[in-house]
């Protein structure tokens, strides 16, 4: 079946840096993929929709200069979180789906600490 | 928007027991898809089963059913002789027709107690 495959599984780095998390749809091609954020007990909610070769869309209070999304290939999607603080510290979880409308794939997820 | 709301935060069941949990949702389309996804400590979310708003009939996955009432907008889980596994986070979720993104509900946890 297909597999979404999401690295890292887990990072802490200090306030300030940047750090970039990688979603790759492994058997299948990808226009669109979706990047989510769950803080602890919450549920899961919608960042934005990565489009490949073209600029992301973002939900609304989603800071687009603070997580910049990249969507260069096919198959693969970035997000990256901009100088970092310890209230982006989160559960990140992208999603995919072979094909319009069939049942979206996620990734295993990424959870961020920002010291 | 469309929105979805779990009212029940925590639901626990005896092993072997019958739980239902609830979801309603609202939204102006006629064509849509509702989910349910398990989220167990792990965080992976599983899909549990799918429903598309224009077929009548309730989706059933083995021990898993669904009850969708489209004009009453709601999409129940029922999960028959509940396994120790079954426990987890499950949140209902919905998607436009072609939409792709989902809006997930609150959650509820479900316990299995042996």
């Known amino acids: 079946g297909a597999v979404v495959s999401q690295h890292p599984s887990w990072v802490i780095c200090k306030s300030g840096t940047s750090v970039k998390i990688e979603c790759r749809s492994l058997?299948?091609?990808?226009?669109?993929m979706f990047w989510y954020r769950q803080f602890p007990k919450q549920s899961l909610m919608l960042m934005a929709t990565?489009?490949?070769?073209?600029?992301?869309?973002?939900e609304q209070g989603v800071e687009k200069d603070k997580f910049l999304i990249n969507h260069a290939s096919l198959t693969l999607s970035t997000l990256t979180v901009t100088s970092a603080h310890p209230e982006d510290s989160s559960f990140y979880i992208c999603?995919?789906?072979?094909?319009?409308?069939?049942?979206?794939?996620f990734g295993n997820g990424t959870r961020l600490t920002v010291t | 928007a469309q929105t979805v709301t779990q009212s029940q935060p925590e639901m626990s069941v005896q092993e072997a027991e019958t739980v239902t949990l609830s979801c309603t949702y609202d939204?102006?389309?006629?064509?849509?898809?509702l989910f349910w996804y398990k989220q167990p400590p792990s965080r992976q979310m599983i899909l549990v089963i799918r429903q598309e708003a224009y077929k009548q009939q309730n989706a059933t996955e083995n021990r898993f059913s669904v009850n969708f009432q489209k004009a009453a907008k709601s999409f129940s889980l029922k999960i028959s002789d509940s396994q120790l596994g079954d426990a987890a986070m499950y949140f209902c979720a919905y998607t436009g027709q072609g939409a792709q993104k989902l809006v997930f509900g609150q959650g509820t946890r479900l316990t299995i107690n042996p």
């Open positions: 990565s489009n490949e070769g073209s600029k992301a869309t973002y």
């Open positions: 058997d299948f091609q990808a226009t669109t």
């Open positions: 939204t102006s389309e006629s064509d849509y898809y």
């Open positions: 999603s995919a789906n072979s094909r319009r409308n069939s049942p979206l794939h």
